[in-house]
């Protein structure tokens, strides 16, 4: 299994990025998905979740109603569209995925730079 993971960038404080995670596999459907950041200096952190459905997601509360999960079972792909970005959201910013079903992240990308200047 393989994680890739593209779409960082740097961007004002305010704009958008996407960030999107192609996965190796043929049951990337049946897996649970997840996206991580990790702060200069920092622990890594859980950002957001999606069930393999796409029907049900989770979020940190600091990127509630900014940040959005989705999946494209077809694409074996997962995406994080972060909008409003402020300078605390700069990480690196990792996908994860849970293979065997029980809420453990088994499998992880290589991480993508995210930089929101002030």
């Known amino acids: 299994v393989q994680l890739q993971a593209s779409g960082g960038g740097l961007v004002q404080a305010g704009g958008s990025l996407t960030l999107s995670c192609a996965a190796s596999?043929?049951?990337?459907?049946?897996?649970?998905m997840g996206w991580f950041r990790q702060a200069p200096g920092k622990e890594r952190q859980f950002v957001a979740t999606?069930?393999?459905?796409?029907?049900?997601?989770a979020y940190v509360n600091s990127v509630k109603g900014r940040f959005t999960i989705s999946r494209d079972n077809a694409k074996n792909t997962v995406y994080l569209q972060m909008n409003n970005l402020k300078p605390e959201d700069t990480a690196v910013y990792y996908c994860?995925?849970?293979?065997?079903?029980?809420?453990?992240?088994?499998?992880w990308g290589q991480g993508t730079l995210v930089t929101v200047s002030s």
């Open positions: 999606i069930n393999r459905s796409g029907d049900s997601t």
């Open positions: 596999g043929r049951t990337f459907s049946s897996w649970r």
């Open positions: 994860a995925a849970d293979a065997y079903a029980d809420y453990t992240y088994d499998y």
